[in-house]
């Protein structure tokens, strides 16, 4: 019974990250907010038509939020290694993608 309830609450903590991110970087304004909130339209169109997609294939709402939070993970990575990178404070580990701190 509390599987549905924490998975649903572990994206709302995880996704408090990522908006958090992602409003720092739109407030800085520039060509990057712009391609930021260019992806986020997208990504918002893609997941309709996941959920959609994923629903009618038979999955379970828990297999949908699980979706959900790989890809709130995989923004998560890519925005906190983007602030890494342009903060000069991290450079990429052996081109894994994930930064390390100097």
């Known amino acids: 019974m ?3 309830w924490l ?11 990522v908006i958090g991110l992602r ?3 739109l407030a800085n304004g520039g060509t990057d907010a712009q391609h930021e909130a ?3 339209v997208g ?5 309709v038509v996941d959920v959609g997609v994923r629903l009618l294939c038979g999955a379970t ?6 979706r959900f939070r790989e890809k709130v993970a995989a923004n998560a990575r890519r925005l906190s290694n983007e602030r890494l990178a342009a903060s000069g404070h991290g450079h990429d580990v052996a ?3 994930l930064l390390a701190s100097r």
């Open 23 to 25: 409003v720092s970087k």
């Open 95 to 97: 081109g894994s993608g």
């Open 38 to 40: 260019y992806l986020m």
């Open 43 to 47: 990504e918002k169109i893609d997941a």
């Open 7 to 17: 998975t649903i609450t572990l994206l709302a903590l995880e996704s408090s990250e």
């Open 61 to 66: 709402a828990v297999n949908v939020i699980n």
């Open 2 to 4: 509390l599987g549905p």
